[in-house]
């Protein structure tokens, strides 16, 4: 494959944000301390981009203040400290809308880019209540968030947009039984003066594979960070995880991103996850298919994921969950229409 400079220039970054948050010694200082004494404007604002697209802002940006102060970079420090006033001013005004969130919190320090929550009600009392509580508008609905039952609201004063799911999972909705769970496992946890509930650990795996595995095929630097905290953290219950997944017919695909994780932790660190052997022997890939293209470490569609989505609709036929296999099915049709919609018009909007 053929790189532009471009493109090499912003692998590089990604290698060294990856080395910057994850290539850590036992202490948790960076093994290997870069000299940021010379890094441009430029060059330091492409940085702080690329850790925002990655919901790593926070964190990456701690780790540079750090540095530059231990290096007397007086004025890149002062360019670490203004960005992460305005990063940790857009996030405070953000969580003070968020009520009971699903994926927005695992990034802590960090905040994704919309707010993603979940409830079991029903969307005409909640649509009715986000317009009487927050004066909220809807967004315009694609089809994807038609079949995955999700909506977003716009709500005035706030930038990003919340995207409530409603009683259902999946890039089509196809996810009913883990969606009912979800609430009954969930925990609470405590951000400045907020109290929030969030999923159980084990669930946090479950909807970052349905999320990375099975819909966006790319990841994210922080969910590498993110996981392999949740993993190295010991409370992960890969029985549970296991049992979980399985009735989801997605095990091999957490399988495989937990291997993915572990594999590209190892790659900067020197050492991966200490993940069960059946989490291991069941993986369908590792780290070595993953590739880095347009800002994100991309998973290969074809033949990889491809297969672990025809094991998804056989399980989920297999169990007789026919009306959840028969939305899974339209998922293709769907992927070749945004596809078709973003060659004929430059955007997949209103399919995907």
């Not at 493109?7 to 093994?31: C, E, H, N, V, Y």
């Not at 203004?82 to 857009?90: G, I, K, P, Q, T």
């Not at 991103?257 to 052997?277: A, E, M, N, W």
């Not at 590792?286 to 094991?311: C, E, H, N, T, W």
Request: aromatic share 8%; glycine share 8%.
């Amino acid at each position: 494959m053929t790189m532009t400079v471009e493109q090499s220039t912003t692998q590089a970054s990604m290698l060294f944000l990856s080395r910057l948050l994850i290539g850590r010694d036992s202490f948790g200082r960076p093994a290997a301390i870069p000299d940021l004494r010379g890094i441009s404007r430029e060059q330091f604002a492409d940085l702080v981009a690329l850790a925002g697209l990655n919901h790593v802002i926070v964190r990456g940006l701690q780790v540079c203040i750090e540095i530059t102060r231990a290096q007397n970079a007086t004025e890149r420090n002062s360019w670490a400290q203004n960005a992460l006033a305005a990063e940790r001013a857009r996030i405070k005004t953000a969580i003070g809308f968020d009520v009971a969130v699903i994926k927005s919190l695992d990034h802590w320090p960090d905040l994704g880019s919309d707010l993603d929550l979940y409830t079991n009600a029903d969307p005409r009392e909640i649509v009715a209540l986000m317009k009487s509580a927050f004066r909220a508008r809807l967004a315009p609905r694609s089809w994807g968030d038609r079949l995955a039952n999700k909506w977003n609201f716009i709500i005035p004063g706030l930038p990003e947009l919340v995207e409530i799911h409603m009683g259902r999972l999946g890039q089509t909705g196809e996810q009913v039984a883990m969606a009912a769970r979800l609430l009954r496992r969930t925990r609470v946890i405590d951000i400045d003066e907020y109290r929030f509930r969030v999923p159980s650990p084990a669930d946090r795996i479950l909807i970052s594979t349905l999320q990375r595995m099975y819909r966006h095929f790319y990841f994210r630097l922080c969910d590498i960070v993110d996981s392999a905290a949740l993993a190295e953290s010991g409370i992960i219950d890969y029985d549970d995880l296991c049992e979980a997944a399985e009735n989801a017919g997605i095990w091999e695909g957490v399988a495989t991103y937990l291997v993915i994780v572990s594999d590209y932790v190892k790659s900067c660190r020197g050492s991966g996850l200490d993940l069960p052997q059946f989490v291991l022997r069941d993986a369908r890939f590792g780290g070595a298919d993953i590739y880095f293209g347009k800002d994100f470490l991309r998973v290969p569609i074809m033949p990889q994921s491809a297969k672990l989505y025809g094991k998804q609709f056989a399980g989920l036929m297999r169990r007789r969950q026919l009306h959840s296999g028969a939305r899974l099915s339209l998922l293709p049709w769907l992927a070749t229409a945004a596809v078709v919609g973003q060659k004929i018009t430059g955007s997949d909007k209103g399919i995907w």
